[in-house]
C-alpha cells in the first residue's frame, strides 16, 4: 500500500479528544496497510503563546533561546499523538526533529531544511511502528534546536514525504482548497485538483491553507500532496483513499488535471503596505537610488509603478508587507538625499486581488475582463502586476470584498 506521511494542524490537535481523532484517521490507514509517519503541529494557541512569553522576556531575544521555546510546543503533541495511538493498541514512537534526524541551516526562526535522514523510521517501520515526528522544529549543523517558521509544519511534513518517498496527506480544518475563500463568497467552490504552480501562487498571494514553502517543495520533488479535513468522520466510506483518490483538494502535476479552467482561483490579501515617492527626478539610477536600500534592508517589494514624468519628474509607487512599512519608510528617508524626492506617501488601506490559472498561458484577455468587470463596480486600480499565470492589482481595501465577489462571478466560478 505504500508509504504515507499525515499532517496534523493545531485546531486538529486541539485537545485529547480532537487527539484521539487524529489516531482513528491514522489507525483507518494503518488498517490499509500503510506505513504511516505522523506530522503534528503544536495545539492550537500554543505557539502564539509561546512566542508572546519570549516577547515578553526581552523584547530582543536571543534567536537560537527562542527556538528552544517555541520548537516546544510540537513535542507535546508528537508525545501525546504516540501515547493514544499506543493506547488503541496501535504501535506508535515520538520522533523530534533532532532524533529523525531533520538537518535544518542556522537561521534560527526561519531556518531552511537541508537533509533528513529517514533511515530509524524507516526500521521502525518494518517492525509495523507509526512515526509520529514534531513538525515545525529540526536541528542545526551546530547541535542547536532550530525552527522553520510560522506555519512551518506543512513544510515538514512534505519533507518528510519527499526523504520517504511517500504521498503527503495534509489534515485541516477546511475541507480542501477553495475558489476564493469562503467565508467572503458563498457560492466558492471546493477544488478537486490544482497544479503545483497555482497552489504556489494561491499560497503566496494570501491563501492560508499550506506555507508557502511547503509547496515549493512539493514543487521540486513531485511530493503528491492531498489538503483534507481532519474533522470528518474518521470512519466514514468517503474517507477511503486507497485508490489514490481522495475527499480533498489534490495538488499535482498540471499533467494530471483534466479539465483545467482559466482562472482557478482568486486570492487576496490585505497584508500590503503602499508607499509613493513623489516628485523624483527622472534619471537612470533613480529606481536603483529607491529599491537598493531596501533590498538592503531584506525588505521585498512587489508591485511597482512608475507614472510618466512631467518637467523631469515622476512619483514611483510600490508596495512592500504591511510588517515591513515603517522599515522601508524609514530607508527612503534615510536616502532621501541620495533619491532626491520632494516627499513620501503612504498607506496601510490597500488590498492585493490576485486571479490565478495556468490556463491563462494559452487564452488572452484574462487581465482586461478583469478590469472591466472591476471597472464595472467603480473599483480604482492603484497598481497591477502580472506574471504567466496570475494578474494582480491593488485597490483600496474597503472594496476587497465587493473585488473578489465580482471577480469570482467574473470567471465562471460560483457554484451552487
Ligand atoms: N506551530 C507552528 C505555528 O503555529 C507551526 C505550525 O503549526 O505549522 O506556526
Ligand atoms: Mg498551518
Redesign the pocket.
Known sequence: MGRLVMKF??TSVADIARIRNVARHVAREVNAGHEVAVVV??MAG???RLVGWTREAAALHDAREYDAV?AS??QVTAGLTAIVLQEMGIPARSWQGWQVPLETDGMHGAARIMRINPVGIIERFAQGQVAVMA??QGISTDGRIT????????T?AVALAAALNARCDIYTDVDGVYTTDPRIVAKAQKIARISYEEMLEMASLGAKVL?TRSVELAMVYRVPLQVRSSFEAPDSPNQNTSDGGGPGTLVCDEEDIVEQQVVTGIAYSRDEGKVTVVRVPDRPGVSAAIFGPLADRGISVDMIVQNVSEDGLTDVTFTVPQKDLDRALKAIDESKDMIGYERIRSSQDVAKISVIGVGMRSHAGVAADMFKALAEKSINIQAITTSEIKVSVLIDAAYTELAVRTLHTTYDLDGE
Open positions: 494542524g493545531g503541529s503544536a500554543t505557539t502564539d517555541v510546543g510540537e513538525g515545525f525552527t522553520l517558521g510560522r506555519g512551518g509544519s506543512d515538514s506555507q
